[in-house]
């Protein structure tokens, strides 16, 4: 998949995700009104832009929302129609300021319009983190010199799904010479300890957990 990105749509993870919310607000022993959206680096992609309310109401079923959305890494590089509404639950994005992977400030650039349309949104970075910065199976850096990456591109919706290079301005395909290869996954044990207390604090105050 990382060599070939255009194998899968990315929003299809948003449908996923409320697909997911909609059975497990069905099993009997989970409150539907308790339950967060997690995700990371494409997984990410779709928890964060699943709490658009265009995208809220297009695939949630009977009212259900997260009430909160946790992404680790997520690639922030297109701008979408009216992607600034989103839910009032908190918004809490995780980033190394190393990742060479996907861009950390076109997620910066999301933040602050967020914030400036009134969001309940927070980034944290870490230093020295880089992509997959919690998974222990990295602890020896992972170069992928093959991975497809956008991290310097800008993408926008300029019609019902229609994405399209900001700089061109035609349709955005992985062919576009913006489109980049090579880039590494790394753990970094600071950063997981940190990440993994903060989303405790998160999940107990957002789930109302003991």
Known sequence: MGNDQAQLGRLAQVLDSYRALELLAKHPRIDGGRIAAMGFSRGGQGVL?????RFQKMHSTGGLAFVTSIPFYPECDTAFIDDENVTDAPIRIFHGIADDYVSLPRCRSYVERLRRAGKN?????????????????????????????????RLEEIADGIVVNSQTKQRFTYNDPCVERGATVAYQEEAHKASLQ???????????LN
């Open 198 to 208: 903060a989303v405790g604090e998160i999940l107990r105050a957002n789930l109302k």
């Open 49 to 53: 832009y699943a709490m658009m309310k």
């Open 121 to 153: 949104v927070e980034l944290t970075e870490y230093a020295g983190a880089q992509h997959v910065f919690d998974g222990v199976q990295f602890k020896a850096p992972l170069k992928l010199p093959d991975a497809q990456t956008t991290r310097n591109c």
